[in-house]
């Protein structure tokens, strides 16, 4: 699902970087697309609970995958 979130960014202009931590990425993409950044903040909270968190909140998996699909970034505004 996070590999999904990465390839729509990267579409609109936003590749994630070989060496670029999921944390430093989403702050890229806020200073780059303000309006991209609440749903880039909450997907990649919850990839880093479900990835590195000792206990992942029951439903995480879900909601990681109902915002993934949800998340259909716009071509950057003009």
Excluded at 19 to 32: M, P, T, W, Y
Excluded at 38 to 67: C, F, M, N, V, W
């Amino acid at each position: 699902a996070y590999a999904r979130f990465c390839r729509r960014l990267e579409q609109r202009g936003l590749a994630r970087l070989r060496h670029e931590g999921a944390s430093d990425f989403a702050a890229r993409v806020r200073s780059a697309r303000p309006d991209l950044a609440p749903q880039a903040d909450i997907i990649t909270s919850l990839y880093l609970e479900l990835r590195y968190g000792k206990a992942a909140a029951a439903g995480a998996l879900e909601d990681l995958l109902r915002h993934v699909r949800a998340f259909r970034p716009a071509p950057r505004p003009t």
